[in-house]
C-alpha cells in the first residue's frame, strides 16, 4: 500500500473510502463507505483498514501502537460529526465494534456492541433518558459480548445467570426483566467477570483497544482458520475493523428494525420486500423469538418513513446496479441503513432480475448474464414442489431435476402399459439396466435403491432430463411381490408417491408443484441474451431425433455425441444385434448386419433431418459385445427353469448357445477389454455397415435439399494405427456411398480423446484425425484408475476423510485430467493448427469444467439436451470474465 | 561427404577404404576394404559408393553419368593388377558386381556374377583353358542372372529350360550336362532374352553399367522398403555397389570353396571351425545340394592352405577383436578371402568368447559385455534339451524358459505329494489359481491349456525362474478324470512328458537335456566382470527369503518388490485372512489381523535377514479383498452340493455367509476397483499391522546385531491426499514400534508410479515421498486402456495387422508410457532433487526397456531374480553404449 493510513472515515461530511476498496477495508467497511457515498443515512463511523490486522499478528500478535493515534483522532471526529462524547455526558457516544474482511466470513469473527458504557455513563443515561430498561439491557450486552470476546470468559456463565433471573420473574425476554432487575444483572455480570480473575475496564478507550484487539485475533481463531482453508481464502489477508456510532431500534415506540430487498429474491418481482420488528434492534429481526411484520405494515405505521426506504431503494439499485439486501434501524424516528449487499435470489427471481434490469437499461447484456449462475437455470427448466414442509420417506442422491408424481411400477413393462393408460408412472427399481429404457421413457421419474450418481439409471434419466433420484439406500424394493418397503411403510403397485430430483427426497402422495408456464417464456427471453457471447459452441449428446429437436430448442448449435449403440437396445433390435453376435461366420453375421443397418439409416436419417444444417458427430459402436447379451446369472437360471418346464430341447439348446457365447465374451475388466475401435477392428464389417447407414441417410437427406454434416467419431483409440485403419474404413465406404449416389458430401473423420496414451500421442493422432473429442468419462476413469462402477465403495470414504473434494467424475479433475487435455490440445494443434476440438463427456455440462474448456480454447462442450442452457451460460460467462472482468469488477460490490 | 569421389579401390596395392567406411562403402564394401589394409588374399575391386545410389534415385530415377569415367578408370586399375583384360583375351577379366548397404539387408537386394563374358570370350577361353563346361557354365550363370536381375525376365523361364536338359540326360546337377550340352543352353537363354524383346548385351562395359544400375534400382524394390520399413532402416541411406574381379572354386581339382569361424559359434570353443566343398563354388556350400566335408578334409587335402587359414583366423581376430564368420575360395590352389564378418554365435559361446577374449588380452572387459545379449544369458540359466528332433505333441506359449521333465499331475496337493517322494513332477492344469502355488513349487515345470504370457501360472512361474508352457490350447485337460488328451493320444497321471519352457514345446516321455555345470561356473566368472561398469542398479521382485536368497546370488543390490499379499495365500494363512475379511466389525477384524501380523512378521524377519544391509521395498496391501476368497461360481456350485448331500446346516450357513460376502465384494472392474492404498484407507488396521509386522521383525534383526534397510511402498496412489493419509499411518506406527525397542532405524516410505495421474502430479506427490517406484503392469494399463486379462482378444489381431509391433507389457512403449514416465521424473526430481526412483514392472527385466530406465536416470530397475543377470546385462550395455560407444564404433566393423 503506497498510502500509510490505517484509519478511513466514513460519515455524511467526508468519506476516505469507496466500494472498491475491500482489499483494504474489507466488505463492509467498503459497503458503508459506499452507502456513504451515495447520501444514505448510514451512522456515522470508521473503519481500521486489514493492514493494521496484519501488523497485529506478526509474532509475536501484539497491538500495533502506531495506529492508536488515528484511531484516537478519529474519535474525536466521531464525536464532533454525532455531537456526542465518548465517555461524556449527558450524551454519551456508543460504539459498536464489528470485524470485516476481504470475503465475506459470516459469524466466523467476533463484534462487540455498545462499547462506550460504564457503571457511571450507564446510571446517568438511565435518569437523562427515563428508559433504564433500555440502557442496562445494553450494558448488559456490553458485559455479556466483552466478557465473552475480549476476556475469553464462556458466555455459558452470563447465559444461565440470565435465565435463572427470566424464569425467577417470569418472563421469556430479557428486556421484560426492567431496568432493575437488568441493572442487577450488570452487577452480578461484573463478579462473574471478577471470578475469573478479568477486569471490565470502566474506561471507554480501553474498552475500545482491548474490543479493537480481540478482532483482531478473531481473525486467527480455529473457526476461522478452518473456514477460509475449506474457501480457499489466503490467511494473509487480515480483517478490517469498523468502529460506528450506535443506533438503537429498541429506543421506543419511534423505533424500530427491519431487513428488505429491493426485489422480490424468491420471484424476481420488482419492488420492495422485507420484514420489520417494531421497538426492537436488528438481531432480533433474524432471531425469529418474536414474529416481524411485513413491510406494509411499516408502511401503515411510518408511511414517510416507507417512502423514504422505497426511495432509498430505487438509489441502491441505481447506485449498485444490483438487487440489494440490506438493514435498516429506526432510531426515535430516523432512518439508519446499517448494511447493503448484493441480495441473494433463487434461480427464477435471478432471470428475472437479470431480464428485468436489462430491460430497464439498469445493467448491459454482460452483466444480466453474470449474474445468473448457471446451475440456477436449472430451476427454470424442471417444475419444482411447492411444499418443502411434506414427508420424507426417504432421501437419496439428486441425480436428475425435476418434480416428479406419480404411480408405483416395478418393472419397464408396467411402466409403459401403465403409463400408455394415462397415468403417471414412477419406475422403482432395485438398478435400472439397459433393458428398462422404454419403461424409463414412459415413467415421470426413475426411483432406485442402488447405484450412484453415474450409475446407469443416472446417467440415462439425465439424458432425457427426466427426474430421477439414485442410491437410496433405505428403499427395500421388492419387485417380485411388487411392494415398496420404507421407513417403517409398505406401499404397493398404484400407490402414489413424489420424488424430487432436485434435492434427493421421496415424498408418500402426491405433493403440489408449481406454475412452470410463465418460467418458460422468461427462460427463453433471458436465453436470446446468450446469443454469441462466446467462442464456445454448446452442442448437445443426443441418440434420437426427439432429443436432437429439443436440444435444437435449446439453442444447441450441433450434435457432439450420438452413440449409435443405444439404438441397438431397442425392442425390435436388440434380437437381431444378439443374433449379429452369436453368428458363426462372416457371411451369417452380414445377413444380420443388412437388417441393422437399415435401421439405423432410418435413424440416422430422422436425426439428421433435426439437425439440418448443422454437425452431427457420431460415435461408432463403443461397448463391448456382452452388453447386449443377457446376463450370465440370468441365463443359467432361465435355463434351469425351461429344463425344469419340461420345454422344447431346441429351445433349451438355443439357450445353451447363448449361454457359451456369453461365457466366451465375459471379462475380467470389461471397462479396459474387447471395445472400441477394438471392436472395429476385429469385426471391419461392423465398422462397414455403420458408415454406409449413415452416409446412405445424409445422401438420401441431400437429396431431399436438406444440409447434413457428419463427423464420424472413432472411439477409444489409443494408438494412431488404430485410428488410421478405422478411418480408412470410414472414408472408403464414404466413398463407395458418394459413388453409388453421384455426389458427394462434406464430412470429417475424427477420435475420441478418452485414452491416456492417446492425449500423449496426439501430435501423432492429430496428423490423420480431422476432429479430438475429449471423453472425459473414460480418461477419468483410466487417468485415476477409479471404475466408475466400483468407486462408490472408497469414494464415500474419500470425501468424508476430505482426501477428495469434488468428484471427478462431476467437475474435471484439473491436475490430472486436465493436465492431459493440456497436452493433447497443444500437441493436436502443434500438428493440425485447424483441429476441431470438443468435449462430450458429462463435464461438458459441469460449469466449472466449461470454463476450463473455454480457458483451453476448445471449439465446443456437449452435453445432455436438458443441460444444453446452462452450458450455454457457463460458456456466457467464461466468455464474459476473459473479456470484461475488469469493467464488472469496478461495478459490482 | 566433403570428398567428391564416388569410387573406392581395394587391392593388394591400394586401398582407399576402411572397415569405419559403411557409410560410404556399405558394409561388405568396408569389410572388403579392411581385409585388405589387413594384407588378406582378397580378390581386387573397387566400391562405387552409397552416394551414387541416392544420386540413381532422384526423381525420375537415372544412371549417374558423372560416376560413369571414374568407373571406367577403376575397371583399368582392375587390369593392371590382376593381369587380365576387361572383354579381352587370351585371360579375359571377369568380375561380379553386388550390393552392400550399411545395414545388412540378407538377399534383399540384387547380384549379378560373371560380368565380362560373351560368345566371343567364352569360345576362346573355352578353347584356350580346355575346360567348356567351367566356362559355359559361367556363361549360363551370368546370362540367367542378368536376364533375371537386370532384364526382369522371369527366372523361372531359364530354370524350366535346364530342369528339361537335366532330366533328358539323367543328371543332377547343371555341371554334369558337360560343356557341349551347356554351350546349347546358352543359345537357348539367349533366345529366351530376344522372346522377351530385350538384347543381353555382347559389350562387356555395357553389361557393367546395366548390372550396376540393376544394384541400384533394387534399393527401392519392395522386398527391400518392407524389410527396411520393419528394421526400421532409413530409407535414404542407398546401397554402394561392389565390383570384384570373379575367383573360381569350381575350376578343377586344386579348386574350392568353403565357409569358416575362428571359433566355435556353439560351444565358444577356440580353434577353426567351418565346411569345404572341393570343386565348387561358395554358393553350393551354403545351399546343401552336396554334403559338404568338415576343415579337417582340407587339412588333410591341402595341409599348406589348411595352415594359412589358421593364420589368417588368427589374424582376423587380431585385426577385428571379434570371432570372424568368413567365406574362402581356392582357385587353382590359390587361397581367396571373400568375405569376413562378425561371426553369430549361440549365448553360451558368446558369453565363452567373451571370457576367453578378455582373457586373452584381446578385448576391454566393456567389449566383452557389449557383445553378449542380455537375453543370451538365459541360455545358461536355465537347462535346454539336447534333442531338436524329438515328436512334438503341442506348442503353447513359452511363459518361462527352461528344460521340464516329470510326471504328470493335475492337482497341486498331488504335485506336492508326489514330488516329495522324489519323483519330479509337471503340474498340468486348465489354468492355475493362487490356491495351486505349493503345486507349482513342487512341480518341475508347469503346463496349462489357457492363459496367456500374463497369465497366473505365467506370472508366478517367471517369478519362480519355473518352466513354464500356457495357453497350449490344444490340450484337453479333464481334471476329474486325471486324463491328459492331446494329438490323438491319452496321457494318465504318472505318465511322464517333457516341456521346453524356451519354445513352447511339449513332448512325450523323457527327453534328454544337456549337461549344464559348466556353464554355471562360466556364468559366474563372466558376471565378476559386471561389477561396477552401471550406475543403474538392479533389484529382485522376491516375495520370499528363497528368492531373496536366489536373487543376492546373481548379484542383486536389494529387494525392489516385495508383495506382501502373496503370503496370505499359503495353505495356513489363506483361512485366516479369509476370517478377516468376513469380520462382521473393527474389534472381531482385529483379533485375525492379530494373527496375520505374526506370519508377517516372520516372513519379513527371514526375507530381511537374507537381504541383510541391502534395501527391501515392501508394498503393502495391493489386490482386491475378493482375491482372496473362492470365486462365486465355485461357491454356488459347493453349496448346491452340501446341500443334495444333507449336510450339517451350520456348514452350509457359513459357506452362505461367505457366498454373500464375495458377493458385496463383486466388482465391474476390480483392476480399477476397491485395492491399493484404496483399502489401506477404508481399513486403515490392515496398514497398521503390515507396518508394525514390519518394523517389528526390523528391530528384532537389529537387535541381533544385522542391518535391515526398509522402504515402505504405498500402492497404485493417484492423489497426493492417499499417499500423506497412508504415510502418516506408516511413520505413526514405525514411532510407535521404535518406542517400544528403544531404538529407531532408517527407512523411506514412498509410492508406486504405477496410476497416470500419478505421473501427473509427481512433483506434488514427491513433496510427500521419499521415492518413486514405476509399476509399468498397471501404468501400462491404464494409459493404453488394455486390460491385461481381457487383451488377448484383440492383440493378437493388431499384431497380425502390423498395428502394434512389440507387446507393451513386455517392452515399455516409449511414446505413451514412457512419456508419463518421463514427466513423473522429471517433475519428481524438482520436487525433490534427492528422489530414489526405480521400477519394478515386468519391464524391469526387459533389456530394451532398461535402457530407457538407463537414460532416463533412475536408480534401479527390478525384476524377478531368475532376470537378474540378464538385467544386470542390460544395465552393464546401456552404461557402456553411453560412455564409450565411439570408442568401441572405431574398433568394430
Redesign the interface.
Known amino acids: 500500500m503506497a498510502d500509510s493510513r490505517f484509519v478511513y472515515h466514513f460519515n455524511e461530511r467526508h468519506v476516505d473510502g469507496h466500494g472498491g476498496m475491500k482489499d483494504v477495508l474489507g466488505g463492509k467497511g467498503a459497503g458503508l463507505a459506499e452507502m456513504c457515498r451515495a447520501g444514505l443515512p448510514v451512522p456515522p463511523g470508521f473503519t481500521i483498514s486489514t493492514e493494521a490486522c496484519v501488523l497485529f499478528h506478526h509474532n509475536p500478535p501484539t497491538f500495533p501502537t502506531i495506529i492508536w493515534p488515528e484511531v484516537l483522532a478519529a474519535l474525536r471526529e466521531l464525536e464532533q460529526v454525532s455531537g456526542k462524547k465518548f465517555g461524556g455526558l449527558p450524551n454519551p457516544l456508543l460504539v459498536s465494534v464489528r470485524s470485516g474482511a476481504k470475503f465475506s466470513m459470516p459469524g466466523m469473527m467476533d463484534t462487540v456492541l455498545d462499547i462506550g458504557l460504564n457503571d457511571r455513563t450507564a446510571r446517568e443515561l438511565a435518569e437523562e433518558t427515563g428508559n433504564p430498561t433500555f440502557v442496562y439491557d445494553s450494558y448488559r450486552r456490553l458485559l455479556q459480548m466483552f466478557g465473552d470476546v475480549v476476556l475469553g470468559i464462556s458466555d455459558d456463565k452470563f447465559e444461565r445467570l440470565l435465565a435463572v433471573s427470566m424464569r425467577g420473574k417470569r418472563v421469556r425476554s430479557e428486556i421484560e426483566l426492567g431496568g432493575e432487575e437488568l441493572a442487577r444483572a450488570c452487577e452480578e455480570f461484573k463478579k462473574i467477570i471478577e471470578g475469573e480473575s478479568k477486569v471490565f475496564p470502566q474506561d471507554p478507550k480501553e474498552q475500545l483497544r482491548m474490543a479493537i484487539e480481540a478482532v483482531f485475533r478473531s481473525w486467527n481463531n480455529p473457526r476461522a482458520i478452518a473456514y477460509r482453508r475449506f474457501n480457499d481464502i489466503p490467511e494473509n489477508l487480515g480483517t478490517a475493523v469498523n468502529i460506528q456510532v450506535m443506533v438503537f431500534g429498541n429506543k421506543g415506540e419511534n423505533s424500530g428494525s427491519g431487513v428488505g430487498f429491493t426485489r422480490d429474491p424468491a420471484t424476481g418481482q420488482p419492488g420492495l420486500y422485507g420484514e420489520f420488528l417494531p421497538r426492537a434492534q436488528g438481531e432480533e429481526v433474524v432471531a425469529g423469538t418474536r414474529t416481524p411484520l411485513g413491510l406494509e405494515e411499516l408502511e401503515r405505521a411510518f408511511p414517510a418513513i416507507y417512502q423514504q426506504l422505497t426511495d432509498i431503494g430505487i438509489k441502491l439499485e441505481k447506485h449498485y446496479r444490483e438487487m440489494q439486501d440490506f438493514e435498516f434501524t429506526i432510531e426515535n424516528g430516523k432512518l439508519y441503513m446499517l448494511q447493503t449487499r448484493d441480495g441473494k435470489r433463487t434461480g427464477l427471481a435471478a432471470v428475472r432480475i437479470g431480464w428485468d434490469m436489462y430491460q430497464e437499461g439498469l445493467v448491459s447484456r454482460e452483466e444480466a448474464l453474470i449474474r445468473v449462475e448457471p446451475e440456477q437455470l436449472e430451476q427454470l427448466l424442471h417444475p419444482v414442489f411447492k411444499d418443502e414442509g411434506a414427508e420424507v420417506l426417504a432421501r437419496g442422491m439428486p441425480a436428475s431435476p425435476g418434480a416428479a408424481v406419480g404411480r408405483i411400477v416395478f418393472s419397464a413393462d408396467e411402466a409403459a402399459e401403465i403409463a400408455q393408460k394415462g397415468n403417471p408412472v414412477i419406475l422403482v427399481r432395485t438398478e435400472t439396466v439397459p433393458d428398462d429404457i422404454h419403461g424409463m421413457e414412459a415413467a415421470e421419474g426413475i426411483l432406485t435403491a442402488r447405484g450412484g450418481m453415474t450409475s446407469h439409471a443416472a446417467v440415462v434419466a439425465r439424458g432425457m432430463g427426466k427426474c430421477c433420484v439414485v442410491g437410496c439406500e433405505s428403499l427395500h424394493v421388492d419387485e417380485e411381490r411388487k411392494e415398496l418397503r420404507v421407513a417403517g411403510k409398505v406401499f404397493k403397485q398404484g400407490d402414489y408417491i413424489s420424488v424430487d430430483g432436485a434435492d434427493g427426497r421421496v415424498m408418500p402422495g402426491r405433493v403440489q408443484r408449481v406454475e412452470t408456464e410463465a418460467q418458460v417464456g422468461l427462460l427463453s427471453d433471458f436465453m436470446g441474451l446468450l446469443e454469441g457471447t462466446s467462442t464456445l459452441q454448446v452442442r448437445a449428446n443426443a441418440d434420437t431425433a426427439r432429443d436432437a429437436r429439443k436440444a435444437r430448442d435449446f439453442g444447441a448449435s450441433g450434435i457432439g455425441l450420438c452413440r449409435t449403440e443405444h439404438m441397438f437396445f431397442a425392442e425390435d433390435r436388440l434380437p437381431v444385434m444378439q443374433q449379429m453376435i452369436l453368428a458363426g461366420d462372416a457371411r451369417e453375421r452380414s445377413l444380420f448386419l443388412g437388417q441393422l443397418k437399415e435401421f439405423q439409416k432410418a435413424d440416422f436419417f430422422s436425426i439428421l433431418e433435426a439437425m439440418d444444417g448443422l454437425p452431427v458427430t457420431v460415435r461408432l459402436l463403443d461397448p463391448p459385445l456382452h452388453e447386449f447379451l443377457p446376463r450370465r446369472e440370468e441365463l443359467v437360471a432361465e435355463i434351469l427353469r425351461l429344463r425344469a418346464g419340461g420345454v422344447d430341447p431346441e429351445q433349451i439348446a438355443r439357450r445353451e448357445k447363448l449361454l457359451n457365447r456369453v461365457g466366451e465374451l465375459q471379462?475380467?475388466?470389461?471397462?479396459?477389454?474387447?471395445r472400441g475401435c477394438?471392436l472395429g477392428?476385429?469385426y471391419p464389417d461392423v465398422t462397414r455397415m455403420q458408415v454406409q447407414a449413415l452416409f446412405e441417410a445424409a445422401c438420401e437427406l441431400k437429396k431431399r435439399g436438406k444440409s447434413p454434416f457428419l463427423e464420424i467419431m472413432i472411439p477409444?483409440v489409443?494408438?494412431v494405427?488404430?485410428f488410421r485403419?478405422q478411418a480408412a474404413l470410414v472414408r472408403e465406404a464414404a466413398q463407395e456411398t458418394f459413388a453409388r449416389y453421384r455426389f458427394e458430401l462434406p464430412y470429417l473423420v475424427g477420435t475420441m480423446i478418452?485414452?491416456?496414451?492417446a492425449a500423449?500421442?496426439a501430435d501423432?493422432i492429430a496428423r490423420e484425425a480431422e476432429f479430438f473429442s475429449f471423453g472425459t468419462n473414460?480418461l477419468t476413469?483410466?487417468?485415476?484408475?477409479?471404475?466408475r462402477?466400483?468407486?462408490g465403495?472408497?469414494i464415500g470414504?474419500?470425501q468424508q476423510?476430505?482426501?477428495?473434494r469434488k468428484d471427478p467424475f462431476q467437475t474435471l479433475?484439473l491436475?490430472?485430467?486436465g493436465?492431459?487435455m493440456r497436452i493433447a490440445v497443444e500437441k493436436g494443434k502443434r500438428a493440425r493448427p485447424e483441429l476441431k476440438i470438443g468435449i462430450c463427456g458429462e463435464h461438458g455440462g459441469d460449469p466449472a469444467s466449461i470454463q476450463f474448456c473455454f480457458d483451453l480454447n476448445l471449439d465446443y462442450v456437449s452435453c445432455s439436451p436438458y443441460r444444453v442452457p446452462v452450458a450455454r451460460m457457463a460458456a456466457a460467462h467464461a466468455a464474459v470474465r476473459a473479456g470484461k472482468s475488469v469493467k464488472l469488477e469496478r461495478v459490482g460490490v
Open positions: 471379462e475380467t475388466n470389461p471397462m479396459m477389454g474387447h477394438r477392428i476385429t477409444l489409443s494408438l494405427e488404430e485403419d478418452e485414452v491416456p496414451r500423449l500421442v501423432d473414460d476413469q483410466m487417468t485415476f484408475g477409479f471404475s462402477d466400483d468407486a465403495k472408497f470414504a474419500y476423510r476430505n482426501l477428495l479433475d491436475p490430472g485430467v493436465q492431459l
